[in-house]
């Protein structure tokens, strides 16, 4: 079993393959964090030997042993007001007023299977998969109990962490802080890497030594943002992508988040993630319980590589669920880049002939569809169809392109509302406001009240009635601004700190009943783009709109941060048009077709517009793209280059049996009289041989690793690279 206790000295060990997590309940029944990474088989307690750190009290059971503090100790998840000044994972406010939250030991206990929560997404797995170990602990005065939850599933390398928080009393309480996630290091050099960004420059990698202080990667936007993402690296000063130790943190959370990492007085550090403490708080009644969401945690000691090889296939195999969590998804065609708002059914059956033609799966029509909607002014909240610009309704245009041999899809964009709207002007009670200040717009638009259950009920019945009344097979579920203005009339004055949280428990509610109603459908996540790639999201939709910006130079930024915690399969992906939307730069289409495919396949212009030469290569793009699809979607993915440094990005898809090898890749600037760039490809077995179909030559395993292989001679700025090697015996 992949969970040991030792009931006589209290000691808890997770095994994993490739990893050993340990903890401790001493003799005051202190939790206490011992260690995680490479497997000791030893109890690590002897390390933590502490001085009488001035400044650092001691709790009062440990009398003169002044050495004894929990300030200074390792905890496994700490607490406000007791005498730890670093960053807390809890803090609540009692009925007499007072802050403090002293937990210690009372039980555990082991289950077979993974763990679920009630009304938030989880990883999953089955009996023969994982197991679950949970600590209860109990505060030394009053009648709150926090369970400490791990799922284990030891093939994976992967350790899940929440926590519950229950009254046990019988009198109210106040959560004010409630982390998913305490992680302390108690020695080694540590960096740390985030991905920080903004609107169409997502999830860009910022590596730093740890300073002494706090830092932090948070948002407070009500969604999980594109400033920064809920998931961060720890990583030696040696750690490289083949070498090294490292720690992987990613939340499944798709509101409002905080990560703080302190380096301490003593050089030791402390990750907390979890839900945003600012605007957050949670009334527990007695025999409440209230649930954190889950972290995702993996620890390497071979580099970061197998760190995103460990997160790729957990949420490829036990986040993402459905129809469409392993399988291939359609190749797409999405109007929006060639008309926005301004088409009609002639104008979209032109696209569609076009897209048939040239071996399209997937016609989605994006915005613009539905109320008085020309612009982004109005409409938002009206969902039905515009028969001014649809004639004959959403039945007779998705009958049309079914006829043609393509699947029809649908943009939506369900948690928002223009104040030009029926629906605005019927229930303006249900957008969020404060009732006595004016809103802030965004967009031009207002975002409706997740927590109402009446909206809830309004968005799945509406939604449900255009998803009956036409063969729709996707759907594109966006959300265009930041969430502020919290207030609630579903809460009382002294309960609004309830809203962010409670916003996001209602999308997932509504998410949960829409794709269970329509399991045949394939469910795309967007937020702008970004703003909400989490694993979170994954649980519902199994792809996930990776950026507004289309362009191919930047999309290999933004996908090389993506590739740290998120697998390929989530990416959506496409080919747009040049002069680029977002940028104006001209890129090749193979260039283009090649970074998209890096993701779920598509394109998002005009096929009409494209030269014949530029047709016959979507033909032939579309063609490879089946064919290499299973491939780059469930092979092993490696980063061969770092697009934020070198001249060129470079990635690399291997089969699991190591068979067949896709190197994909763009070299952003032809220089004059220069030399060729070459990389060393990784993941081959070293006794084989591997033929190079371009050309047929033969290298063997070793010699492609060891000493790599030229790039190809590029000519113009964004040349495109491709390389198919086939294992030769």
């Known amino acids: 079993m992949a969970i040991r ?3 006589k000295t209290g000691l808890f060990q997770i095994i994993t393959k490739n990893s050993e997590y340990q903890m401790k309940a001493d003799k005051y029944g202190v939790l206490k964090h011992l260690w995680y990474g490479e497997k000791t088989g030893t109890d690590m307690d002897y390390l933590l030997k502490y001085p009488d750190v001035g400044f650092s009290g001691n709790i009062y059971e440990a009398g003169n042993e002044r050495t004894y503090s929990l300030d200074t100790l390792p905890l496994e998840y700490s607490c406000e007001g007791v005498g730890d000044y670093r960053i807390p994972a809890a803090a609540v406010t009692n009925p007499d007023g007072s802050s403090a939250l002293d937990l210690r030991y009372k039980s555990y206990r ?13 990883v999953y797995a089955d009996e023969s998969e994982a197991d679950t170990l949970e600590i209860i602990l109990k505060d030394t005065v009053s009648d709150i109990e926090v369970t400490l939850k791990y799922g284990v599933i030891e093939k994976l390398d992967i350790i899940t962490r929440c926590v519950s928080i229950t009254n046990m009393g019988t009198e109210p309480v106040t959560i004010t802080r409630a982390a998913s996630l305490c992680l302390d290091i108690p020695h080694e050099d540590w960096e740390w890497i985030h991905f920080h960004g903004r609107h169409t ?4 990698t910022e590596r730093m030594p740890l300073n002494h202080g706090i830092q932090e990667s948070s948002s407070t936007r009500g969604t999980s943002s594109h400033q920064q993402n809920p998931s961060v690296l720890l990583c030696s000063p040696d750690c490289t992508e083949t070498s090294g130790s490292c720690i992987g943190a990613a939340l499944m959370y798709s509101g409002s988040f905080q990560t703080k990492i302190q380096l301490d007085q003593l050089n030791q550090v402390r990750l907390v993630m979890g839900i945003h403490p600012d605007m957050f708080s949670w009334e527990l009644k007695p025999s409440d319980t209230f649930d954190t969401p889950e972290v995702i945690l993996s620890y390497s000691g071979s580099g970061m590589e197998t760190l995103s090889h460990n997160f790729h296939r957990v949420i490829r195999e036990h986040v993402c669920r459905g129809k469409y969590k392993l399988a291939e998804r359609p190749v797409l065609i999405n109007n929006w880049e060639a008309t926005y708002f301004d088409f009609d059914e002639k104008k979209i059956l032109k696209i569609a002939e076009q897209a048939v033609e040239l071996g399209v799966d997937l016609l989605v029509l994006d915005d613009g569809w539905f109320g008085k909607r020309d612009d982004d002014c109005s409409g938002l909240g009206d969902w039905f169809v515009n028969e001014e610009k649809l004639h004959g309704g959403l039945g007779n245009l998705a009958e049309k392109i079914n006829t043609m041999g393509m699947k029809f899809g649908l943009w939506f964009e369900p948690e928002m509302v223009s104040e030009d709207s029926d629906l605005y002007r019927k229930r303006p009670e249900w957008a969020i406001k404060i009732p006595t200040r004016k809103p802030v717009r965004g967009r031009y638009q207002l975002v409706l009240d997740m927590t109402n259950p009446e909206v809830r009920e309004y968005l799945f019945d509406t939604i449900s009635k255009v998803l009956n009344s036409a063969n729709i097979s996707y759907v594109k579920w966006d959300m265009n601004r930041s969430i502020c203005d919290w207030y609630t009339p579903c809460l009382s004055p002294d309960r609004q ?9 209602g999308l997932y509610e509504l998410l949960e009943r829409l794709t269970s109603a329509f399991p045949e459908i394939l469910f795309e996540g967007c937020s702008g783009g970004g703003g909400r790639f989490d694993a979170g999201m994954l649980y519902y939709c199994p792809q996930i709109w990776c950026s507004d910006d289309t362009d191919a130079y930047e999309r290999t930024k933004i996908q090389y941060g993506t590739s740290f915690f998120y697998p390929v399969s989530a990416v959506g992906s496409h080919v747009s048009a040049v002069p680029n939307h977002q940028t104006g730069r001209v890129t090749p289409i193979e260039t283009r077709a090649v970074t998209a495919m890096a993701g779920s396949f ?13 047709k016959q290569d979507v033909k032939k793009q579309i063609v490879r793209f089946r064919k290499d699809g299973p491939l780059i979607h469930n092979g092993l993915y490696y980063r061969l280059s770092d697009p934020m440094t070198d001249k060129f990005a470079v990635w690399e898809y291997v089969s699991e049996n190591r068979k067949e090898v896709l190197v994909h890749g763009v070299i952003f600037h032809t220089e004059p009289n220069h030399t060729q760039y070459h990389i060393r490809l990784r993941g081959l077995l070293p006794e084989v041989n591997y033929r190079l179909a371009e050309n047929g030559n033969i290298y063997s395993g070793a010699a492609l690793m060891n000493g790599g292989i030229l790039l190809p001679k590029s000519w113009g700025d964004y040349a495109p690279v491709e390389m198919h090697f086939i294992a030769e015996n």
């Open 110 to 122: 082991v289950t077979k299977g993974k763990y679920s929560i009630n009304g938030l997404p989880a």
């Open 497 to 505: 700190g309830e809203m962010p949280h409670r916003y996001v428990l």
């Open 5 to 7: 206790i030792n009931e």
């Open 201 to 204: 420059m997502e999830r860009q």
């Open 602 to 614: 598509g394109y998002e212009l005009d096929l009409n517009t494209l030269s014949e030469s530029e």
